[in-house]
């Protein structure tokens, strides 16, 4: 089981209208929470940083998404510091993402091919996944996952 808390994220690239910094996120929440139920898994959703190069991408190749920012990686590590062991950062990929898309787009305005457009899309995507990994402690560990279930066997496990 765990526990999903507000500490002041939300869900989107949407999330502060300036760089955040101690007075925005609840970090001391998290450890008060910890403290008292310290064997409970905490969630933090909405937890994307925003990164701003993408942004700078996506708007440099015909986006028009305005100055935003998202939760910083060290008030992430910092909150698994204290008990947080899941962290949703989907807005990461989908700005990485889109910005690769178009970027790979303005860059070759003939093609069409989605299989030529989505090959930076992953790499661009992977870059994000890899340096969380790492920020987050948890790039290295894939040998202390006891068994690989495929989506049928997982289905399976739920009863669908």
Aim: hydrophobic share 40%; glycine share 10%; proline share 5%.
């Amino acid at each position: 089981d765990a526990l999903a808390i507000a500490v002041g994220t939300s869900h989107g690239a949407y999330k502060f209208t300036r760089p955040p910094t101690g007075d925005i996120l609840a970090i001391e929440r998290i450890k008060q929470i910890h403290a008292r139920i310290p064997n409970t898994h905490l969630v933090m959703h909405g937890s994307s940083s925003v990164p701003q190069e993408w942004l700078a991408v996506i708007n440099e190749f015909g986006g028009e998404i305005p100055e935003t920012y998202g939760v910083p990686v060290e008030e992430i590590q910092e909150g698994i510091k204290h008990g947080v062991r899941k962290v949703n950062i989907d807005t990461d990929l989908r700005l990485a993402s889109t910005g690769a898309v178009r970027k790979f787009l303005a860059e070759n305005k003939s093609e069409f091919d989605p299989r030529k457009f989505l090959t930076p899309t992953v790499k661009a995507m992977k870059g994000i996944v890899k340096a969380r990994l790492e920020a987050f402690g948890t790039a290295g560990q894939i040998d202390r996952i006891g068994k690989v279930y495929s989506l049928e066997e997982m289905a399976g496990k739920y009863g669908l």
